[in-house]
């Protein structure tokens, strides 16, 4: 089966005003309507109207960073699925390593969070990896399946049908090691199998992203690994240079 390829940057906390309204018009310059891929950008919460407004109409989708597991109420700070909705978000990320790590959100709490993005009508970005020294101890596959266990055990594999996988291995975020694309391709192939022995037609039709690193010099090559669907870009996210070409080698 033919995927489209999906190209989203998660710019993280970083911008400002006048920094995002420069990065997003050199953007939107050079991403023509024509693309066979998909692309979008995950800011952070404060900056989703400016953003929005400033996607209006264009072919580059507008996603958050994270979504709270709860629909309203009393939850300070937190951010709900439909408030998201309000500034036309597509997409969310969730369960990315920086906040299982520092925010110590476990397995079953961003499959409550995907949960809610999946109500309200969000593609859940789903981000799944394996740190170092469990990569070294020989568990990598058995920790991206727990991960994803937990979201299969809470929703069924049929809610992967309109969500995104992203393998981001925690070794390669922002640390300039990327994950060779043969590295990187067998652990896609493997979620691929995982979701396939429990739905075949979900597996075909699922995007598993890789992020950790890419860069315009390494998207070409792993791209063209046939178990991954494009990228989760960081720090090459922020150079409108970079991102474009990472765009670009989506674009196949
Ligand atoms: P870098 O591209 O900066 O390594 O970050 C990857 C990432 O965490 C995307 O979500």
Redesign the pocket.
Known sequence: MRRQPFVAG?W?MNGSCVTNQKLVAELLESLGDSSAAAFAV?VPHPYLDQVSRLLAGSCLALGAQDVSPHESGAYTGEVAASMLLDFACRYV?VG???RRSMHAESDALVARKFGAARAAGLVPLL?LGETLAERQAGDTLPVLFRQLQAVLDAHGVAALADAVL?Y?PVW?????LTAAPEQAQAVHQALRQYVAERDPGVAAGLRIVY?????AGNAAQLFAQPDIDGG??????LDAKEFLAICQAANI
Do not use: F, M, W, Y
């Open positions: 998660n993280k995950c990320i990315h390593s920086e981000c992203a981001e390669a975020i922002g640390t300039g992020g950790g690193s890419v860069k989760l870009i960081g720090g090459a996210s």
